[in-house]
């Protein structure tokens, strides 16, 4: 990295509005920090990274991202430590994911310790905005979108990289219902399901509501083949635990590689499970409950943490979980007392925002 990129200049708001939140009681989303990163990209080079006060950002009614969907984003989870510092879970995955999306898409990478960087000081700026009660943090978004006005089918040539920051309270706090969705896809192999694209979410939007107006919290997506084999979850990988053993769906094309799902595996395996990556077809599952060998499941993601799974079903079919997880519960409060340090981080995952 030169020297001009790894010099964030930073421009404080005079006073915070901190106060104005109840960060008790959040819901992520609603609330934005004080202050936003911006990095721009133009004649083929990302220059200028800031910190500026939190402010709308001038589009032009022709910017590339609003017609032909150029944009990315990523999610993670900034937590307080023991003395107070603010530690980030794993963001170098995040920065490599991200130009995994890029490069999907037809954007320009950024440099993956500007990514780390930008969030160190970002999140030390925000710190006061991190909430401190159970399961809370402050979720921090950063993302690209083609800004370049231009009306037809290339590639821009001038974007611009942003993180913005919202306090998040727990998320899930009960067990959730999943629809097996099979109508609608989410990916296909070769498509961009793998992506973190901001188009793949507008897709989920629909069925994600049909979904909820039949009683149900999110869409279990399946294959978009011969929707028989299980893929994942709204904003979540998914997890089962079967006659003592773990399988979670293999990456296989069409799946986002979760941050918590690879986190999940490595965790499960150090605690002597066994955890399988294969492709597992939803009659597996239903079979599974049938012969009482099916144990626990759980959904993995930024946003959720471990969200337990109560039920899957749709108009034929209703897949009921027993209602005690003893491991989905172990793993959850292991993930979330590492991101706190109550226990050593054994695997090296907290970085320090300082
Ligand atoms: C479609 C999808 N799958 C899985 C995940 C879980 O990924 P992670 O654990 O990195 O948050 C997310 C959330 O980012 C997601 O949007």
Same mark, same amino acid.
């Given at each position: 990295?030169?020297?001009?990129?790894?010099?964030?200049?930073?421009?404080?708001?005079?006073?915070?509005?901190?106060?104005?939140?109840d960060?008790?009681?959040?819901?992520?989303?609603?609330?934005?920090?004080?202050?936003?990163?911006?990095?721009?990209?133009?004649?083929?080079?990302?220059?200028?990274?800031?910190?500026?006060?939190?402010?709308?950002?001038?589009?032009?009614?022709?910017?590339?991202?609003?017609?032909?969907?150029?944009?990315?984003?990523?999610?993670?989870?900034?937590?307080?430590?023991?003395?107070?510092?603010?530690?980030?879970?794993?963001?170098?995955?995040?920065?490599?994911?991200?130009?995994?999306?890029?490069?999907?898409?037809?954007m320009?990478?950024?440099?993956?310790?500007?990514?780390?960087?930008?969030?160190?000081?970002?999140?030390?700026?925000?710190?006061?905005?991190?909430?401190?009660?159970?399961?809370?943090?402050?979720?921090?978004?950063?993302f690209i979108?083609?800004?370049?006005?231009?009306?037809?089918?290339?590639?821009?040539?001038?974007?611009?990289?942003?993180?913005?920051?919202?306090?998040?309270?727990?998320?899930?706090?009960?067990?959730i219902?999943?629809?097996?969705?099979?109508?609608? +896809?989410?990916?296909?192999?070769?498509?961009?399901?793998?992506?973190?694209?901001?188009?793949?979410?507008?897709?989920?939007?629909?069925?994600?509501?049909?979904?909820?107006?039949?009683?149900?919290?999110?869409?279990?997506?399946?294959?978009?083949?011969?929707?028989?084999?299980?893929?994942?979850?709204? /904003?979540?990988?998914?997890?089962?635990?079967?006659?003592?053993?773990?399988?979670?769906?293999?990456?296989?094309?069409?799946?986002?590689?979760?941050? /918590?799902?690879?986190? +999940?595996?490595?965790?499960?395996?150090?605690?002597?499970?066994? +955890?399988?990556?294969? /492709?597992?077809?939803?009659?597996?599952?239903?079979?599974?409950?049938?012969?009482?060998?099916?144990?626990?499941?759980?959904?993995?993601?930024?946003?959720?943490?471990?969200?337990?799974?109560?039920?899957?079903?749709?108009?034929?079919?209703?897949i009921?979980?027993p209602?005690?997880?003893?491991?989905?519960?172990?793993?959850?409060?292991?993930?979330n007392?590492?991101?706190?340090q109550?226990?050593?981080?054994?695997?090296?995952?907290?970085?320090?925002?300082?």
């Amino acid at each position: 990295m030169n020297e001009i990129m790894t010099e964030i200049k930073i421009t404080k708001v005079k006073e915070s509005r901190v106060n104005q939140v109840d960060l008790e009681n959040v819901t992520m989303g609603f609330n934005f920090t004080d202050h936003m990163f911006i990095c721009n990209y133009n004649n083929g080079e990302w220059h200028n990274p800031r910190i500026e006060p939190l402010a709308l950002i001038p589009t032009h009614p022709a910017a590339m991202a609003l017609h032909y969907g150029q944009a990315i984003f990523e999610g993670m989870k900034a937590t307080l430590g023991k003395d107070g510092t603010p530690l980030l879970f794993r963001p170098l995955e995040n920065a490599k994911r991200m130009n995994f999306s890029a490069d999907r898409m037809g954007m320009p990478l950024f440099p993956e310790d500007l990514f780390v960087e930008a969030l160190k000081q970002f999140t030390a700026i925000e710190k006061n905005w991190i909430p401190t009660k159970k399961g809370s943090a402050l979720y921090l978004r950063p993302f690209i979108y083609a800004d370049e006005p231009f009306i037809g089918m290339r590639a821009a040539t001038s974007f611009k990289f942003m993180i913005i920051a919202s306090p998040a309270g727990p998320f899930f706090s009960r067990k959730i219902k999943l629809y097996a969705e099979k109508k609608y +896809v989410r990916a296909v192999n070769g498509g961009t399901g793998e992506a973190k694209a901001a188009g793949n979410y507008a897709a989920a939007i629909r069925p994600t509501e049909y979904a909820k107006a039949k009683g149900y919290d999110q869409v279990l997506w399946l294959d978009a083949h011969d929707f028989e084999y299980i893929q994942e979850v709204g /904003t979540m990988n998914i997890f089962f635990k079967i006659d003592g053993k773990f399988i979670t769906p293999s990456l296989t094309g069409s799946i986002l590689s979760g941050i /918590t799902r690879m986190s +999940v595996i490595d965790l499960l395996r150090s605690k002597g499970f066994e +955890v399988i990556e294969r /492709t597992i077809k939803i009659s597996e599952i239903i079979e599974a409950s049938q012969n009482r060998t099916l144990e626990e499941a759980f959904g993995t993601g930024t946003a959720v943490g471990i969200a337990m799974i109560e039920e899957i079903g749709n108009n034929d079919l209703s897949i009921k979980f027993p209602e005690e997880n003893p491991v989905s519960v172990m793993v959850n409060d292991t993930l979330n007392a590492i991101k706190v340090q109550d226990i050593k981080d054994e695997f090296g995952w907290i970085v320090e925002a300082k």
